[in-house]
Nanobody, 121 residues
Framework: QVQLVESGGGLVQPGGSLRLSCAAS????????MGWYRQALGKQRELVAV???????NYADSVKGRFTISRDNAKNTVYLQMNSLKPEDTAVYYC???????????????WGQGTQVTVSS
């Protein structure tokens, strides 16, 4: 089994910054993609940013130029640096990791518990 522990959410004023972290632990042979999704109240969950094991990134248009995703492979941790935050960034942010548990296993998706980000004055 794989566990994801997220941290770094909170309340910030518009224009401020936050850094989210997500650490994966457990039975991990290989971490493929790691990324962040978010879900605002009354809306569907949406992709924020994803980073593949090969280093490719994909960002939602709404966060390009403001958010940066990175990972520390030695720590099985993915980060989301969020700058110039806007009220519309308010949401619960979820970490996603695509994990192969063993050399024989197929990749599987694992989700974190979510961390609240609130942007408000």
């Amino acid at each position: 089994q794989v566990q994801l522990v997220e941290s770094g959410g909170g309340l910030v004023q518009p224009g401020g910054s936050l850094r989210l972290s997500c650490a994966a632990s457990g039975r991990i042979f290989r971490l493929n993609a790691m990324g962040w999704y978010r879900q605002a109240l009354g809306k569907q969950r949406e992709l924020v940013a994803v980073l593949t094991s090969g280093g490719s990134t994909n960002y939602a248009d709404s966060v390009k130029g403001r958010f940066t995703i990175s990972r520390d492979n030695a720590k099985n941790t993915v980060y989301l640096q969020m700058n110039s935050l806007k009220p519309e960034d308010t949401a619960v942010y979820y970490c996603l990791s695509v994990v192969r548990a063993t050399v024989y296993a197929q990749p599987a998706d694992y989700w974190g518990q979510g961390t609240q980000v609130t942007v408000s004055s």
